[in-house]
Every structure is written in C-alpha cells, then in structure tokens.
C-alpha cells in the first residue's frame, strides 16, 4: 500500500467544480498552485486517466491522487492527555482542545491530535492515508469541541458519505463583535482562498473558485456590541463559520484572521475593568455533534462543555456589557 496515495469518489455537491480547486479544498496543507504541479506531474487520474486542471468534476467519478513523499517521518504515537466523549469499536468522539492541530503539516509535526489518538486508540481508519490516521473531518487548530474519529475503513467511509450528504448534525458555540440584525437567519456566499492571503479564505461570486457554502445561525444572547451565537454549518467548507459570520460585519471575538485581534481583555469591555485576558484565541466551539452510527444505526450525539476561558468571556460580558 502506498500510503501517499488517496482515493476519491466525487458527489453531486462538487459536479461542475474543477478537478484543481476541488483537491485543494479538500487539502487545506496544500496550496492550489501545489496540487497543480501534482496534477502536471501526472499525479492525478479521474477514471483510470490522467487529469488536466482545468478538468470539471462530474458526479461519481473515481479520483485517485498521489502526492509526492513527505517530507517528514509518519506521525509517532505520543502521551498527549484527551478527553473522550464517546467510544466504541468502530468510532470515537474527542473533545479537541484548543491550539491543538489536528493533523502534522509544515510547521506542526509533532502534539497533533492524531499523535495523541494514535497513543490512546489500537486500531485507526488509514482511508486519508497515515499522515490523517483516524481523521474523519477538521477542526480548525484554534476551535475547539467535538471532533470525530474512525477505527477501521468502511466505518469512516461511511461517515465520509454522511458528512458528504449533510446528515451529520453540527453545533458551534461563537462570541462575536457587534450585533446581528436578525435573531436567525441562513448565511449563504461561496467560499474560495482568498487571492492574496494564503492564510484566509474569501466570499466570491466565482463559481469556478469557489464551493457553495451555507450557515444557520441564532443569536442566543445580546450584548451592547457583542453577540452570543448558535451555528449550524450546512456544509463544511474551510473557515466557513469565521467567513460567514466575518462578512456580516460580526467578527469572531480573538479571531485574528478575520477580526485582527488576537486575544480579548476585560478592559477591552470596560475601562474600570481589569488589564485581564480573557480569551487567547477564536471563541468558536464545535458544542455538539449528531449522527446515525453507521454499523449499529444508533442515533450518537456528543456534547462538549464550554472551555473555561470561553465560559469566562461569556460572564465578563454578562458583567460589563449587558443590555439591561
């Protein structure tokens, strides 16, 4: 088995999108410049052929992907401390920690949560390869919450497909700067990388760019100037809920990507309070997650509690900036 190479079968959702933007959507470490010199290297075949870039991805088809060796040594098992919401022989729910990455890529090849799960867990999903062990879907390093791992192939396919078809139930908890106009709405704009910041992702209108992306929200509290927030991501693009909520003005509080602040201070509510940090990091939190088992065909649901730096932030505005 050749464990740099990925096998793919495309679902509706992406027909139409081309075969580079596709794989690089899929494969936040690389950028779209890289996976087009896998693909002008004869890296990639869609249905047994070789495939151009500007290839349209139709539904169904076969890709088969492989990337040049890594550069690093595979990932080794490391005692790193987890908490584990649910586990059985087939699937396991983590609750991630924030500035924990998920996977290693440039930068982080060490203290990724695929070390500590391949220390805590016999038997892992290789169907991403061994640098993705386990991985079913990502977390952003600074979000924390639910995140779901597979033990063994057909069951993190199986996942795979239900995330594909939107029927895995997802609940994120976000602090954002200002105030949403409506108490619910649905955040809909295509998601793409933005043109000049390899860092961030961008709205764009480009259909060939960008994937269709689309966000529920409701505001749970209100603050002067900040807002408490439920999100439901209908689909699962890179950044989406930090873009989505970004674009409406609405910032996730400590984002500093999309908002340029890195840390929330008590002072930063009010000038009596004190020169405290609340938050070292976006507060967004993947809160809960729900899905049909697909061997057992139990409804699984997991909940993590709000970090306690989350929580704290949360009563600071309660105490500074409350409406009443």
């Known amino acids: ?49 070789l495939a151009k870039a500007s290839y349209k991805v139709r539904y169904d088809d076969h890709v088969r992907v492989e990337f040049p060796p890594p ?5 080794e098992a490391e005692d790193i401390p987890l908490e584990v919401l649910y586990e059985d022989d087939y699937l396991a729910l983590i609750n991630k ?15 990724t949560l695929v070390n500590a799960i391949l220390h805590r867990f016999d038997e892992l999903s290789t169907v991403n390869g061994e640098q993705r062990t386990g991985i079913v879907h990502r977390l952003d390093r600074d979000t924390s919450g639910v995140i779901l791992i597979a033990k063994e192939e057909q069951t993190h396919r199986d996942l795979s497909l239900q995330f594909e078809l939107r029927k895995i139930f997802k609940e994120y908890r976000a602090l954002v700067h ?38 529920y929200y409701e505001v749970i509290e209100r603050f002067r100037g900040y807002s408490y927030v439920r999100c439901h991501p209908r689909t699962g693009r890179t950044h989406q809920i930090r873009v989505h909520l970004a674009s409406l003005g609405c910032p996730v509080l400590a984002d500093k990507v999309y908002s340029s602040r890195d840390s929330l201070r008590a002072s930063d509510l009010a000038p009596d309070a004190p020169d405290e940090v609340l938050l070292s990091r ?38 500074y900036r409350c409406l009443s």
């Open 178 to 215: 200002g105030v949403l106009d409506r108490d619910s709405d649905y955040i809909e704009g295509r998601i793409a990388r933005h043109p000049h910041d390899r860092v961030k992702m961008t709205i764009t209108d480009d259909e060939d760019e960008g994937r269709d992306a689309c966000t």
């Open 97 to 111: 920690p924030a500035d924990m990455v998920v996977h290693p890529a440039k930068g982080h090849w060490s203290g």
């Open 1 to 49: 088995m050749n464990d740099n190479v990925i096998e793919l079968t495309t679902g509706r959702k992406v027909e139409g999108m081309r075969i580079d933007v596709y794989l690089a959507s899929l494969f936040a470490e690389y950028s779209r410049s890289v996976i087009q010199k896998v693909i002008e290297a004869g890296g990639v075949q869609v249905n047994g052929r």
């Open 282 to 319: 976006q507060a967004l939190h993947a809160h809960r997650l729900r899905f049909q088992h697909p061997r057992t065909g139990k409804i699984i649901e997991a909940e993590a509690p709000l970090p306690d730096e989350f929580q704290k932030a949360l009563e600071a505005l309660r105490k």
């Open 71 to 75: 550069a690093h040594d595979l990932p």
